[in-house]
């Protein structure tokens, strides 16, 4: 079992910044892919990005490509998403998510462990 706690939302401008974090415990986390998602209202869930167990492959959304960045600690367990460059449309609940397989996933179905979100709220 992996257990997942995602930090770092907020009320934030267009155009400003923020950096969520995603702390692991349980199993080796370094032996997961992780990925963040997120869903908005009234939308269905979606990848924005995802990062390999050693941190050497990242993998984007359009919408996000060039604004966001992924990155994570293994020696501190814990998956960042670093979003720059905000746009209202950003606005979401975003979770981090992980699975033991060797791959980056982009669909949802596919990882085992969430964490319960974390609210982003860009304002124009």
């Known amino acids: 079992q992996v257990q997942l706690v995602e930090s770092g939302g907020g009320l934030v401008q267009a155009g400003g910044s923020l950096r969520l974090s995603c702390a692991a415990s349980?199993?080796?986390?370094?032996?997961?892919?992780m990925a963040w998602f997120r869903q908005a209202p009234g939308k269905e869930r979606e990848f924005a990005a995802g990062?390999?167990?050693?941190?050497?492959?990242?993998s984007y959304a359009d919408s996000v490509k060039g604004r966001f960045t992924i990155s994570r600690d293994n020696a501190k367990n814990t998956l960042y998403l670093q979003m720059n460059s905000l746009k209202p449309e950003d606005t979401a609940v975003y979770y981090c998510?992980?699975?033991?397989?060797?791959?980056?996933?982009?669909?949802?179905?596919?990882?085992?462990?969430w964490g319960r979100g974390t609210q982003v709220t860009v304002s124009s």
């Open positions: 349980g199993r080796t986390f370094n032996n997961y892919i």
């Open positions: 998510a992980a699975d033991g397989r060797a791959a980056i996933l982009r669909a949802g179905d596919e990882y085992a462990y």
């Open positions: 990062i390999s167990w050693l941190g050497t492959i990242t």
